[in-house]
């Protein structure tokens, strides 16, 4: 019989009001005189029917909203088969760096037990599954889940000592069952606190949020979560970051466990959450050490006042009876009195969070997806303006530094000096060298400084090739697995920028930015240098025919017939003087004509001095675009043809997972209150 009060007590300490519970205590300390033990048991029998009560009212209440639930089961079981269809287009598999909170794989398999649940038969729902987590070992959710099942009335001690050391040879997680063993794991205790609702709790408690490998799926499983962290311990932005896909479930209840937080810190809390885009279902503050210690101090001295009184305040102060009129409103008691359809819209309501929680990890992948695509275009683009920046400072470097119009100014100045020593008569004397004597005049000092300052900017060209090089396979690297863009990793983009780096039009030459200057150079020995010698024959032979000429004239106007009736035996003056005139008159047009072929040969060399320019600017964009550019451009256009295609595939899994989302909802909001 005592062991029976004793237990009934314990009913009414979890379901009875405060003042109820003041009543019984009153009552439990005057139990040795007989007629309060009478009154006592009468009321501990009020309480039973009371409980009794409770339960048949919720056994025999209206059910049309479990029935409705079931009618709905298929349409949720359906969209559980699609979105775990669609889970892996929008999740990477098992490996990933969030503990697998991100992994298609954790999430199917949570949705195929939901949807292995939601298909079993009605009897096979027996209990709410509530999970416990602390975010750290210095939560309290040791101390939260003892003084929650501890009965402060019973004098039994092996149920306390299995109560608070159940953690013993324990290592990841506990269930705990209405029973009485401790089992592979599981501890079952006759804790009424577990048997206060229509149905069994089932109570899983994890001792902290990482303090196992496989906890994500165990923390998920559950129909509520409640979740327990100290503030002073724990910051906000640390608990965002470390349970943000806890905190954005609407099945869980956020327990702060600081002794001094206040309403206004709780609205703070709120707030910071909401800013994170984390609304849990509910924000309590409970101070379970207080509870713990009331229950300890009561345990310890049942029939003291002070102790009974010691035991309301702080039980009470601690906060900690909340957290069961909370999880009572969570699993839907509040306002309705359904029994056998009850847990069957506890798991539909529970599908239906696994599912947005799913799409909601979904989301956060595609985004992260997107994210990723950004980068590899950013970081193409990065590549990009390094290509730019080089072209921008080389063409500064080779075309200004190196003063092309300097050296074309002084080749053109040297060039002249030759040609105007080239007098006439001298050239006369070396008719047949001239071309050789231009030829290696022009290899002497045509652009013959500015050739070697291209050769010098071309071994500064082949480093910053290297550098470019390097940076490339840098930023290649960047995306090859474990880092956050292992898709963009493509070993045929790698493989065919390496071959770039081998081909034989990689290197860069001392000839590459010279050649222009060579064929110009080539240009001008062949054609205007050809030319000049060309002239300079044609005036040599033209001034002495013009002499042989003005010879043979002067002799026939002496002594032969002219057929301008001058007369035989003209004077020899006058023959001499129009030989002579003729003479000069091809001497003075040879002289002329040579002149002439050496200010061509002058304005031909400056032409092909601007040709010279442009060929250099060209030859050197070409050797940018083709050695020096050559691997970055076409790590550019690889990523960027890459990123195209994903950014394709992640816009159709985004349409998808957006209409997903609004299934959900549809179903969400189709669903009783």
């Not at 039009?505 to 240098?529: D, E, G, K, M």
């Not at 003479?583 to 001095?609: F, L, P, T, Y």
């Amino acid at each position: 019989m005592p062991s029976c009060l004793t237990a009934r007590h314990h009913v009414l300490r979890t379901i009875l009001s405060p003042r109820d519970l003041s009543i019984e205590l009153s009552v439990l300390r005057d139990a040795k005189q007989s007629r309060s033990f009478v009154i006592g048991r009468r009321r501990t029998r009020n309480a039973s029917s009371c409980t009794r009560a409770y339960s048949s009212s919720v056994q025999t209440s209206d059910n049309s909203l479990g029935k409705r639930a079931s009618s709905s089961k298929h349409e949720v079981s359906a969209l559980l088969h699609r979105i775990s269809a669609f889970l892996p287009r929008a999740l990477p598999g098992s490996n990933t760096t969030d503990g697998g909170i991100q992994s298609s794989q954790l999430w199917s398999e949570l949705l195929s037990e939901v949807d292995a649940d939601l298909c079993s038969p009605l009897e096979a729902h027996t209990s709410a599954r509530v999970v416990v987590c602390g975010a750290d070992q210095w939560a309290g959710s040791h101390e939260l889940i003892t003084a929650l099942l501890e009965n402060p009335f019973t004098t039994d001690e092996a149920y306390s000592d299995i109560l608070r050391n159940r953690w013993k040879n324990q290592s990841a997680y506990l269930t705990i069952e209405p029973s009485t063993s401790l089992v592979n794991g599981t501890l079952n205790i006759p804790a009424s606190w577990l048997q206060q609702y229509p149905f069994p709790i089932q109570l899983t408690e994890i001792s902290s949020l990482s303090s196992h490998p496989s906890l994500p799926k165990t923390l998920l499983k559950g129909d509520v979560l409640i979740f327990i962290c100290n503030p002073l311990t724990k910051d906000i932005p640390t608990l965002i970051s470390n349970a943000q896909h806890i905190l954005q479930r609407p099945n869980t209840i956020l327990v702060l466990t600081a002794s001094s937080t206040s309403e206004h810190a709780l609205d703070y809390i709120s707030k910071e959450l909401a800013a994170a885009n984390c609304t849990p279902g509910k924000i309590l503050a409970v101070d379970p050490v207080r509870a713990l210690e009331a229950v300890s101090a009561l345990k310890a001295d049942p029939s003291s006042p002070a102790a009974i009184q010691r035991y309301q305040e702080n039980f009470m102060g601690s906060r900690i009876s909340l957290l069961g009129d909370v999880l009572a409103g969570m699993l839907g008691l509040k306002d309705s009195g359904r029994t056998s359809s009850l847990l069957l819209a506890i798991r539909t309501q529970s599908a239906l969070i696994q599912m947005q929680s799913a799409l909601y990890a979904s989301a956060r992948s595609v985004s992260q997806a997107r994210l990723a695509i950004d980068r590899v275009f950013t970081g193409a683009s990065e590549l990009q303006s390094q290509v730019e920046e080089v072209r921008a400072r080389t063409d500064r470097e080779v075309l200004v530094e190196s003063g092309i119009d300097d050296a074309l100014l002084r080749g053109l100045k040297e060039m002249k000096a030759v040609l105007e020593s080239l007098t006439w008569l001298k050239m006369v004397w070396r008719v047949d060298e001239i071309d050789s004597l231009v030829s290696s005049a022009l290899d002497r000092y045509w652009c013959r400084e500015l050739e070697n300052q291209l050769i010098l900017q071309t071994g500064r060209l082949a480093s910053t090739q290297a550098s470019l090089t390097s940076s490339t396979f840098s930023q290649l690297a960047k995306l090859a697995s474990p880092s956050p863009s292992p898709a963009f990793h493509s070993p045929i983009l790698d493989n065919h920028l390496r071959q770039l780096t081998h081909s034989p039009t990689y290197a860069l030459t001392p000839n590459t930015l010279t050649r222009p200057i060579q064929a110009r150079r080539s240009q001008l020995t062949q054609h205007t240098t050809t030319r000049l010698h060309r002239d300079a024959q044609n005036t040599v032979l033209g001034a002495f025919g013009g002499m042989f000429g003005g010879v043979g004239v002067a002799w026939w106007l002496a002594f032969g017939e002219s057929a301008l009736s001058i007369g035989t035996g003209s004077e020899a003056g006058t023959a001499l003087g129009a030989g002579a005139l003729a003479a000069v008159a091809s001497i003075r047009w040879a002289v002329g004509k040579w002149e002439r072929a050496k200010r061509k040969w002058i304005e031909d060399a400056d032409r092909v001095g601007e040709g010279l320019k442009r060929d250099l600017k060209a030859t050197l964009d070409r050797g940018i675009e083709k050695n020096v550019a050559v691997v970055p451009m076409a790590a550019y256009q690889g990523l960027r043809e890459l990123a195209g295609k994903q950014q394709e595939g992640i816009d159709v899994v985004r349409s998808d997972l957006i209409s997903m989302q609004a299934d959900v909802e549809a179903l969400e909001t189709a669903r009783p209150s």
